[in-house]
């Protein structure tokens, strides 16, 4: 295990890994290439003694630097990717539906038309004729919930 003590291994480790990102892009081995001259800086200079404390250094510094480079460039290069509103009741409410089944009175289910599909329906408690309009409340599991358009 002493050969982990040479600081020639450690260049060529890291030149290797860093010639490896060329082929293999990502960043990864851009880091343990880093993280490899890193090492090769400590056991050069007798800042690192033993090979337990070199691959220490390695994975160590490897880690830290995954991280840092990830939160410098995930600042410095903004993602184009957007998050849609992913809560469809929001989008739903205080929409206008087509009752084609009468719903209610009390628990009574119907049927609206919303979004080119049928829906089971229900009301706050009162009639809603088929062939009148009708707005969402809310959804309730897949029924919605509608009151008798105003």
């Given at each position: 295990m002493d050969m982990l003590l040479n600081v020639e291994l450690w260049l060529v480790?890291?030149?290797v890994l860093?010639?490896?990102?060329?082929?293999i892009p990502g960043g990864i081995l851009v880091n343990l290439a880093i993280?490899?001259?890193i090492v090769a800086f400590?056991?050069?200079f007798n800042l690192l003694t033993t090979w337990v404390a070199a691959l220490t250094t390695w994975f160590i510094s490897a880690s830290l630097l995954l991280f840092v480079?990830?939160?410098f460039t995930d600042k410095l290069f903004k993602s184009g990717q957007r998050v849609d509103n992913v809560y469809e009741e929001v989008d739903i409410y205080g929409k206008e539906v087509l009752?084609?089944?009468?719903i209610g009175p009390g628990q009574h289910q119907g049927r609206v038309e919303f979004q080119g599909t049928s829906w089971t329906a229900l009301s706050d408690?009162?009639?809603i004729s088929a062939g009148n309009t009708a707005t969402i409340v809310c959804k309730e599991n897949i029924s919605l919930i509608v009151e008798a358009k105003k």
């Open positions: 480790l890291g030149l860093a010639l490896a990102e060329i082929i993280a490899s001259f400590g056991v050069g480079i990830y939160f009752v084609t089944e009468t408690g009162s009639e």
